[in-house]
């Protein structure tokens, strides 16, 4: 299994998409670890931790994933993917991130989530079939980027389908996005940022960033847009604690 704390710490961002959560996970792996008084994995045992806080956070509602925000590209989940794999049960969300984005066999993935390994093979195909239905850009960064300016000029962009995910809704079609997007375009001190992998903007006020919205693009078409708008979110995703 994944066994180094580099490794540890992706693998618990990217089964709980939350900085904070991530920690523990990891704080707690390595507790157990060293209470235990033998060697182990520590992806190992952060996979089981994770398990225990998802199925844990399954009983509360949605809240918007932390995103990896930089100036320059980064190769960490998109907000899309987050959302995604927010919508797995704990255990296809195991299954998923261990076989799909960390190449873990079945054979390892089955105890941790009780199957056999067939069992394992049926819960992330399960998976992947659900993750794969979300929108993937199919243009680099530069091409995203021109995409975003276009639409922040003013341009018709959007493709048919588009979603649109905040913390309070979820709406698909242009004819229901585009009513909420006039605000967006609007918006204060809107500056270019790298979200999670794909092109985004941070809106400022008073130098203090206040929303941060990703965009998916595909073929020359904004097909998904995610935002942040919790301002207490944002603060946190900027100024980790």
């Not at 991130?97 to 394992?120: C, K, N, S």
């Amino acid at each position: 299994m994944i066994g180094e704390l580099d490794q540890g710490d992706r693998l618990a961002y990217r089964m709980l998409g939350r900085f904070a959560e991530a920690e523990d996970a990891v704080r707690e792996a390595r507790r157990k670890i060293e209470k235990s008084g033998e060697p182990g994995w520590l992806g190992t045992v952060v996979a089981r931790v994770s398990l225990t806080m998802l199925r844990v956070r399954a009983k509360n509602g949605f809240e918007m994933p932390d995103p990896v925000v930089s100036a320059g590209p980064n190769h960490e989940p998109g907000l899309g993917v987050l959302t995604a794999l927010d919508a797995l049960t704990p255990d296809e969300r195991v299954a998923y991130v261990l076989h799909d984005m960390f190449q873990e066999p079945f054979e390892q993935v089955a105890p941790l989530i009780g199957r056999t390994p067939l069992g394992a093979l049926q819960v992330e195909a399960r998976a992947r079939k659900r993750v794969a239905g979300r929108p993937v850009s199919d243009v680099d960064l530069a091409g995203q980027r021109e995409v975003v300016d276009a639409f922040m000029a003013g341009k018709d962009v959007l493709d048919a389908d588009v979603t649109l995910r905040s913390e309070e809704i979820w709406l698909r079609g242009a004819g229901m996005v585009t009513p909420k997007i006039a605000a967006m375009r609007a918006a204060p001190c809107m500056e270019s940022a790298v979200v999670g992998g794909e092109a985004g903007l941070v809106s400022t006020v008073d130098g203090q960033p206040v929303a941060l919205v990703a965009f998916t693009v595909r073929e020359r078409k904004i097909a998904a847009i995610h935002a942040i708008t919790d301002r207490e979110h944002v603060r946190r995703l900027f100024s980790p604690e």
